[in-house]
C-alpha cells in the first residue's frame, strides 16, 4: 500500500498563492496518476488537478484551469499543487490520491489517499 504524506496547507489571504507538495512512499509508482482532490465545508468532493506518470497528460477541474498548476518529481514519487489568485471558496481539505490507469491510459480508480491538509482562504 502507498502512503501518502501532504504538506503546504495553512491560512492564506484572497489572492495569496499556495503550494501543496504529496510524497507517496511504500512502492514505486509507474503505471499510475496522482494528484488533487479537495471537500470544502458543506459541499461535495471536487477533482483538482490529477498528472498522469506514463503520458504526462495533466488534468484539471474547471475552477483550477489557469489558476493551479500540477507538476511531478518522478525521484521523489510526488506531486506538486501550485495555485495562484486564491479565493475564498478555495477553501477546503486537499486530499493527495493515487488512481489507476484504465486501458486507455487514463485515470481510473482511486487506489489509495492521503490524509488531507486544509486551505483556508480569508476574504
Known amino acids: 500500500q502507498v502512503r501518502l504524506v501532504e504538506s503546504g496547507g495553512g491560512l492564506v489571504q484572497a489572492g495569496d498563492s499556495l503550494r501543496l507538495s504529496c510524497e507517496a512512499s511504500?512502492?514505486?509508482?509507474?503505471?499510475?496518476?496522482m494528484g488533487w482532490l479537495r471537500e470544502p465545508p458543506g459541499r461535495e468532493r471536487e477533482f483538482v488537478a490529477m498528472y498522469t506518470w506514463k503520458t504526462e497528460i495533466k488534468y484539471y477541474g474547471d475552477f483550477a484551469k489557469g489558476r493551479f498548476t500540477i507538476s511531478r518529481d518522478y525521484a521523489r514519487n510526488a506531486v506538486f499543487l501550485q495555485m495562484t489568485s486564491l479565493k475564498p471558496e478555495d477553501s477546503a481539505a486537499y486530499f493527495c490520491?493515487?488512481?489507476?490507469?484504465?486501458?486507455?491510459?487514463?485515470?481510473?480508480?482511486?487506489?489509495?489517499w492521503g490524509n488531507g491538509t486544509l486551505i483556508t482562504v480569508s476574504s
Open positions: 490520491i493515487v488512481m489507476s490507469l484504465d486501458d486507455s491510459g487514463k485515470p481510473h480508480e482511486i487506489e489509495d
Open positions: 511504500g512502492r514505486t509508482l509507474s503505471n499510475h496518476a
